[in-house]
């Protein structure tokens, strides 16, 4: 509560009229009064210094500045008469009255919506960040009296609308077409008020936790079962194989055995690997003899 209170005195602070006496008129009031001290004491007269009071007096409530990138709207006795600005220029104390200044550099507002349902009823915290810009500062002043609470306001409600039609999957995968989409809708809202929305950026998705848990549990889930699917498929490929090598050794017993043989030396051929051969498979290979264990332990095997 403290900072939205803090921002709104901030934000009008920042768009109120200037003070009623400038800078550049307060140095025009103090130059006039020391020219009519030296008339008056030159001529000895107190109307030559009087005329000059008056003369810096108009000065002081008639001289405004602005900056740079400021315009500011001169109301003459309630009408609009122009705007003025950047730089110096002058007004008729009392009878002109000068409007709130106008920022026309790019600004940056914060919008939030929290617990705002997306379109599978999951509740999401989004924070968005807006750019814009006035391009024209008459129609900005004459037709909103808080263009600042307008923008902010109309990028909340876009926001809102915009995830209401948006599944969970699409808020957190494609935030730059919803950015697209976002400007747009602000834009052809704002763009008669004289301001134009250059473009939204989706900065952060919040969810619950227990749906974040849930979330993961589920790509945990699906990662099991595509590794699944993978070993599946490389067994279905291995017996694939196998089928075409038993075709092979079955018309040729020599390449049969030299396979075994094979197969048994790259078991044994480790230091410290025993294996267990049946006597009938060590004379089906044509080695001789009955071979219970052989254990190479670095040494031969008769």
């Not at 768009?15 to 140095?27: D, W």
């Not at 279905?236 to 050794?249: C, D, L, Q, R």
């Not at 396979?259 to 267990?276: F, W």
Request: net charge neutral; glycine share 6%; charged share 20%.
């Amino acid at each position: 509560m403290t900072s939205l209170v803090g921002s709104a005195l901030t934000r009008g602070l920042r768009r109120s009229p200037r003070e009623l006496v400038s800078t550049e008129g307060a140095v025009a009031f103090v130059f006039m009064t020391l020219i009519g001290s030296g008339l008056l004491v030159i001529a000895g007269s107190p109307w030559y210094f009087l005329a000059t009071e008056l003369i810096g007096l108009y000065l002081l409530l008639s001289i405004k500045v602005a900056d740079q990138w400021e315009k500011a709207a001169v109301l003459r006795f309630g009408r609009y008469r122009g705007l003025r600005g950047p730089g110096l220029y002058f007004v008729i104390p009392i009878v002109d009255k000068i409007s709130v200044y106008v920022d026309q550099r790019i600004r940056v507002t914060n919008v939030t919506a929290e617990s705002a349902l997306t379109r599978d009823t999951v509740p999401v915290n989004v924070v968005a960040i807006v750019f814009w810009v006035v391009w024209d500062a008459e129609k900005c002043i004459l037709e909103v009296s808080d263009f600042d609470a307008a923008v902010q306001m109309s990028a909340q409600t876009a926001l809102l609308e915009s995830i209401g039609r948006h599944q969970l999957a699409q808020m957190i995968t494609e935030r730059e077409p919803l950015g697209h989409e976002l400007q747009r809708m602000l834009d052809a809202k704002t763009n008669p008020w004289g301001i134009t929305v250059q473009s939204v950026e989706i900065r952060d998705v919040h969810i619950p936790q227990a749906l974040e848990d849930a979330m993961s549990r589920q790509a945990q889930a699906e990662r099991e079962r595509q590794a699944r699917i993978v070993l599946g498929t490389a067994e279905t490929e291995i017996s694939a194989k196998f089928a075409e090598a038993s075709v092979v050794y079955q018309n040729n017993p020599i390449a049969l055995h030299l396979r075994a043989m094979n197969m048994l030396y790259e078991a044994i051929k480790e230091k410290g690997a025993m294996v267990i051969v049946p006597s009938s498979a060590v004379e089906t290979m044509g080695l001789g003899g009955m071979l219970a264990t052989a254990n190479m332990g670095g040494k031969p095997v008769s």
